[in-house]
């Protein structure tokens, strides 16, 4: 079931888990206990790969919260994490890419963690203000010294991502990609499958969207970002609550769920290595875990591509 990444040594599960609810930045009813407990039951339910940040948290509370939930397990998983992002004392994210600010962050990072290293440091987001040739070298220098076993780089076009790979290996990218954004398959899946590259996405249930747990009349809460994304809104709302329905039909004649399917389809992509499934209760990454062992039948993948042009055209009218 594991799947190697890209050109390295790593082996890691087709779904990971991605540790950005757990930082409680924009999830609403996040708490510690229930944060440890979900890392614990992502390692039981098969998963071996935990993706987080310096930025998943004002003050590192994703990386803290791994520490404290999977030290004893480290050699067990593949631990990711990323640099160049950070928030500013009034809350709002900065991008900074410098050379030195990437090594102070890694730092952080590995103390947070309590680790000598990590397997897989990612370039988090490009900075405007730094050629991303020199955060590469940055990068570059820490996978030398053995800060990480790997280096990656996150929300990179791929004329970036030929930029960073002149002046330092790469293993992995981490787009966005899910069942409504496939934009990536287009030009990044391709650039990743001519280099030996990882493609580890994001985004697949759609911030929650495509799990099939949210009603048409769903309110959100205050302070849960996902009520400015136009997916969530208007008529795109009500049409992505009809598509919704659509693959529950299809879900359910498996007896599995909406999440299950499109965590299937996913991670069986041409070019997909692995899917960051984010969740704050346990319960919600054993679902999605489910998915590795589920191999979709032909008759199953051809309802959902039709599923998936019908959408599509109704986007296009």
Known sequence: MLRRLGNTDLDVSPVAMGCWPIAGMTSVNVNDEDSRR?????????????????????????????????????????????????????????LCARPETLRRECERSLQRLNTTHVDLLYLHAPDPDVPVAESAGALKALLDEGKTRAVGASNLDTEQLDRFAAECPLAAVQPPYNMLQR???????????????????????????????????????????????PMFQGEQWQRNQDFVDRLREIAAAHQRTVAQLVVAWTIRREGITAALCGAKRAHQIEETAAAMQWQLDEETRAKVDQALREREAQEAS
């Open 183 to 229: 934009e990536i398959e287009q030009d990044i899946l391709p650039w990743c499958r001519r280099h030996d590259v990882a493609a580890v996405v994001y985004w697949p249930l759609m911030k929650g969207l495509l799990a099939g747990k949210l009603r048409r009349d769903h309110r959100f809460a205050a302070g849960d970002s996902r009520a400015k994304y």
């Open 38 to 94: 979900t890392l614990r039951a992502a390692l039981d339910a098969g998963i071996n790969f935990f993706d987080t940040a310096y930025g998943y948290g004002r003050n590192g509370e994703s990386e803290r919260l791994i520490a404290q939930a999977l030290s004893n397990d480290r050699d067990r998983i593949v631990l990711a994490t990323k640099g160049g992002m950070h928030w500013d004392e009034q809350g709002q994210r900065v």
